[in-house]
């Protein structure tokens, strides 16, 4: 009986310090594809305006990304990048 209830708290020890270190991977990813689909919204949303102006990003993983590693400032990048530089692939 009492090897039972050390096991049962041994397993539970396991199971909590594997739950800790696997979850701070899995909410750094989970927020990476949130801001990424958030992103794609962006970059929707820029092309939608800018479609009176001829201006278009591609919608693309990409671009996608970048908007959603740097968030707002991402998207100013790929505005400024589009056109200072001209590039028609962004």
Do not use: E
């Not at 989970?30 to 794609?40: E, P």
């Not at 009176?52 to 990409?62: P, T």
């Not at 590693?69 to 505005?79: C, E, K, S, T, Y």
């Amino acid at each position: 009986m009492n090897t039972n209830i050390i096991t049962f708290l041994a397993c539970i020890c396991f199971i909590f310090l594997f739950g800790k270190i696997l979850i701070v991977p899995i909410q750094k990813i989970v927020k990476l594809i949130i801001n990424s689909i958030l992103g794609a919204f962006v970059i929707y949303v820029i092309n939608l305006i800018g479609a009176n102006f001829g201006f278009h990003i591609g919608l693309n993983i990409i671009t996608s990304m970048v908007i959603g590693l740097l968030g707002l400032p991402g998207a100013v990048v790929l505005i400024l990048i589009k056109l200072i530089l001209g590039y028609n692939s962004v």
